[in-house]
Every structure is written in structure tokens, then in C-alpha cells.
């Protein structure tokens, strides 16, 4: 029996043993999408999770947008024009644009909700992101008045922002971190102003219904700018966090769209359903992240020890299927200008030689045959993720180190990542935008103890380094000095790369309008499926 039929049979079982997920989308192009988070919230300035911000491009539009490339367009902002010296950007409003309420969007409360972003009350776990505004630190830390924030109006149509120094990538942040928020309905309504028949919202989609733990509907956006090229009536996200259930759902015809692909289950997938795989090359890089302000990781010599024990090769191949993937540097090789990163001393030694050495770094440090290093390596619960785990405690016993393995739902874990409470722990860093400083970042001092630089790393060398660049204005001269500062980090191994990520998804033969990027953003106003 050919892939192809067993689809197709797939796709009548469906209709036949699912009939109650289709009956109440019955005529409409409903697109059905697995594996973005439960969220908590679908206030902007307070979600903190990947999959929270997935659901947000859904509902909310900011200053520009993402195109199906998930490269900078237009957003409310029909054009924006950046001064000499790359320090104000001067955005221009398209005429009548309208929250999903039909209130009109101006220019005021634009700069009113970057304002509330960055205000502490509002305590945005992702206000870090816009810190290139001018004052945008020091207001988010409460040292000024959010008044005193870079961002102001000429008129009802024009938004000007001033910035600390200049910053390329300053449309791709707006268009996912900066978005407008209904100030009406928040000074009404507020903390009750996400609740249904109060809420009001920017982007492409509005919300119907949400039932948490199952799924969150939303439908088409009547009022949305650009309502006419959206080609879908509606969208459902699914907070599904086990793969493999997932995937038979999607083999059954319940999902048009799955995120996230183990390697693991790839066999599964070429079987079963090979002709809706879609993997490309991503921005992000998988790590093993140390606690460096206490515990036994807080020795930088620990640190290079545990990362000379792992065979990097070997794990990309036994997991991911590819060696060339293993990482020995923090930015992604897609990353736009910035070519082949910095790189470790011992990159190029032989395992035997890394192994050899780590076993003396680390007697040098206290610990060997009478004393082992005993830590936590946390991560999230799942067993792909535990597969890496085990994988990776086994090439530290090679060196007479000891793991415990710390398995923990994802909020549970950052949190215990903030407060400090941990060893090391394995993650996922995706680029929030496509920039080495999207990777760099996450070692700044400025954020130490944040879910932005979780290890807790300072090191003033380093940080000298990206205000540095952060001042450049030539491109080149920027980028030799990021490339300076990861040389830093990739010697104190504050995180260990492991390798970097392959964006796996699986795509429905129905559905239309897919483009590959190495952000891995695609949003739904750009797909389509038939109505059904």
C-alpha cells in the first residue's frame, strides 16, 4: 500500500472517528495546530514561554511585522525611516487601523503600551528585549519613570523611538516583543481585560473560546489591516506536550500542523507519514546551561572540564542522525552576516586528550576518585529529553562524574532556573531575532539571573565587549567585535553548545502557503487549508 494511500485513508478515518473536532468548524478553513504551550496569559507583556509567543503573532500585530520568510514587513506601521546615525527610527501608522473592537489604533497608545512594557509593575519576563530603547534599563529597573522612555508621537499617525545605540535588528524585535495593547480596555477592565467580551486585540486572529489544558480558538479578525489576504477562518492551538501523542494525532487527521519533531521518532515518521516532513536548518542551539553563581559549576574549571567529557559528534549523530550538527560555538551558523563563530581551544584535540585533561581540571578543583563530582542536570520532562540526559551522564561517568537526572514540567523548571536552584540544566535557545546578539545575549551580566542569561554568568571583559558593538555602527566592525566577545564565553564555558537545532515539522498535504526559514516562525495568516 503506497504512503500516499494510507493518507488518504487516514484522512476518511477521520472523518469518521473524529467527526466531533470537525462538526463545529463544519464550511470553514479551520487550521489545526499542535505543540505551542498552554499559555498563562494572552496579555503580551506577560507571557515568557516560545509557545506563548507563537499564539501571540496570532492575535497581536506590532510597529512591523513578520512575512511568511518571518523576515521585518510593514506591521501597523505602513513605513519607518532610521536617522544617519541609526539612533531614531520614525515609524509612519496606516490610516484606520482598528483594534478587533473597531476602536481605532493611534500613535498615543502605541507609545502608552511600550511604555507599560517596560513599566516594573507590569514585570515583562521578556522586557529585556527591547532595552536598545533609549532609557528602556533603567525604567524596567525602576531607576526612571516610564515617561522617560525613548518613544513618543509627532501626531496621531507617527511614532518616534530614540535608541541607546544603534540596533539592526530593531523591526524584527518590535514585530514580535513590542506590540501594542488595548489601553482603554486595561484601564477599564484590568487584569480581567483578557477575559472574554473584554478583550480586544491587534493581529489577524481574536479569541472565540479557551480551554486550558485542551486548546485555544481563535477566529479571523475582521478589523485586522491586511483582513482581506488572510485565507483562514479560524485557528485552534493545541498544548500537546508528549510527542508521540502528538504525532498520532497528526497521523489521524487532527492536526494540519505539528511544531516539533523528535529525532527520535523520525523512523516513525518516514513510515508513517513521509510526505508531511519538513526539516531545514533553524537558529537556535541546544545546550547544557551551568549555574555559575554557586555550587560546584560556579569553577570555571569544572565547567571546561564537564564540556571536554562530551564526544559532541557522537551525541549529534546518535541523536539528531548527523555529527556535522554537533556545536563547539553559541551562534547559529544560519545567522544572518555573521559566519563561522568563535570556537574553544580544545575543539580540535582527540576525545582521549579532552577526557585526559578534563579528569585533571577537575582534581585540580578538588574532586576525583575519593571525592566525585556529584551535580543535578535538569530538563524538561519528556523522553527524548531524558534520552539526552542519559546520553550525557554517561560521557561524564567516563571522567568520574556523577549525575543526578532532574526531570521537571517547564514552568516548574525556569523557575528553578531564576531562583537559582540548580546545577546545570539542558535547553533550547531559539533566536528571538536574527542576530548573533540573540545567542550573545544570553551571557550579558546586565541579565544575570534571568530566564535571558539563566546561568548567572558576568564577566565585565565580555560585557565591555557588547556595549562595544552595541555602538558600532559599521557592520563589519560590529560583527568582529561579537565574535570577540563569544571567543570569551566559548573559553568559560558558562553553557556547553551541544548542537545545533534542525527545525523538524510535519505538514499537512492540505495545507498551503508553508515557507521554510531558518527562524522557524511560520504564522498562521500566511497558511491556508480547505474548508472542511
Known amino acids: 500500500m503506497s504512503h500516499a494511500y494510507r493518507w488518504l485513508l487516514s484522512l476518511c478515518a477521520v472523518a469518521l472517528v473524529a467527526g466531533t473536532v470537525r462538526a463545529t468548524d463544519a464550511a470553514e478553513r479551520v487550521l489545526h495546530r499542535a505543540n505551542t504551550d498552554d499559555p498563562t496569559t494572552i496579555d503580551p507583556h506577560r507571557v515568557a514561554y516560545p509557545g506563548e509567543t507563537t499564539i ?29 546615525d541609526a539612533r531614531r527610527w520614525i515609524f509612519k501608522l496606516r490610516p484606520n487601523i482598528k483594534w478587533s473592537d473597531g476602536a481605532p489604533i493611534t500613535a498615543a497608545e502605541i507609545v502608552w503600551s511600550l511604555r507599560r512594557a517596560l513599566d516594573p509593575a507590569t514585570a515583562f519576563p521578556l522586557a529585556g528585549r527591547l532595552f536598545a530603547i533609549k532609557n528602556a534599563r533603567a525604567v524596567a529597573t525602576g531607576k526612571l519613570s516610564p515617561t522617560e522612555l525613548g518613544v513618543s508621537r509627532s501626531d496621531a499617525r507617527t511614532v518616534i523611538i530614540e535608541l541607546e545605540h544603534p540596533t539592526p535588528y530593531l523591526a524584527e524585535i518590535l514585530a514580535t516583543f513590542g506590540v501594542p495593547v488595548p489601553k482603554a480596555r486595561i484601564e477599564r477592565f484590568g487584569a480581567d481585560w483578557i477575559k472574554p467580551g473584554n478583550f480586544a486585540n491587534s493581529g489577524p486572529f481574536t479569541l472565540d473560546r479557551w480551554s486550558p489544558n485542551s486548546s485555544m480558538r481563535l477566529q479571523k479578525n475582521l478589523n485586522f489591516f491586511d483582513a482581506a489576504h488572510v485565507n483562514l477562518d479560524a485557528v485552534v492551538h493545541y498544548p500537546v506536550s508528549q510527542p508521540t501523542t502528538a504525532l498520532r494525532r497528526f497521523a489521524a487527521g487532527e492536526f494540519d500542523l505539528m511544531l516539533a519533531v523528535p529525532p527520535d521518532q523520525l523512523d516513525w515518521v518516514r513510515r508513517n507519514v513521509p510526505q508531511a516532513l519538513r526539516a531545514s536548518p533553524a537558529m537556535g542551539v541546544e545546550v547544557v546551561a551551568f549555574n ?58 582527540p576525545l582521549a586528550q579532552r577526557r585526559t585533561e578534563a579528569r585533571r581540571l577537575l582534581e585540580e578543583a578538588g574532586f576525583g576518585p575519593s571525592k566525585p563530582l556529584a551535580i543535578r542536570l535538569s530538563f524538561p520532562a519528556n523522553d527524548f529529553n531524558k534520552r539526552i540526559a542519559v546520553v550525557v551522564d554517561a ?50 551580566g546586565a541579565a544575570a539571573g534571568t530566564t535571558v542569561n539563566p546561568s548567572g554568568y558576568h564577566n565585565p571583559r565580555y560585557d565591555a565587549l557588547l556595549r562595544e ?23 568559560d564555558q558558562p553553557a556547553i553548545p551541544i548542537y545545533f537545532f534542525v527545525s523538524r515539522r510535519l505538514v499537512s498535504p492540505q495545507l498551503t502557503g508553508w515557507t521554510d526559514n531558518p527562524r522557524g516562525i511560520h504564522l498562521s495568516r500566511y497558511l491556508s487549508v480547505p474548508a472542511r
Do not use: C
Open 395 to 444: 560521557m561524564w561517568r567516563q571522567v568520574g562524574v556523577r549525575a543526578r537526572l532532574d526531570s521537571k514540567e517547564q514552568r516548574s523548571l525556569t523557575a528553578s532556573v531564576v531562583s537559582g536552584e540548580f546545577d546545570s540544566v539542558r535547553q533550547l535557545w531559539l533566536a528571538g531575532y536574527s542576530d548573533p546578539l540573540a545567542f550573545l545575549e544570553r551571557f550579558d
Open 469 to 491: 558593538a552595541d555602538g558600532a555602527v559599521d557592520p563589519a566592525e560590529r560583527m568582529a567585535l561579537l565574535r570577540s566577545a563569544e571567543a570569551i564565553v566559548v573559553a
Open 56 to 84: 501571540m503573532s496570532d492575535l497581536f500585530v506590532g510597529l512591523t511585522a513578520l512575512d511568511a520568510a518571518a523576515k521585518p514587513a510593514p506591521g501597523l506601521a505602513e513605513s519607518w525611516t532610521v536617522s544617519p
Open 292 to 349: 555559575t553563581r554557586s555550587g560546584p559549576t560556579n569553577d570555571r574549571r569544572v565547567r571546561r572540564a564537564l564540556s571536554m567529557a562530551l564526544d559532541r559528534e557522537a551525541l549529534a549523530r546518535s541523536i539528531l542522525g548527523d555529527a556535522r550538527l554537533a556545536a563547539w560555538n553559541f551562534v547559529s551558523p544560519v545567522t544572518s552576516n555573521y559566519g563561522r563563530g568563535a570556537l574553544p581551544d580544545f575543539h580540535d584535540w
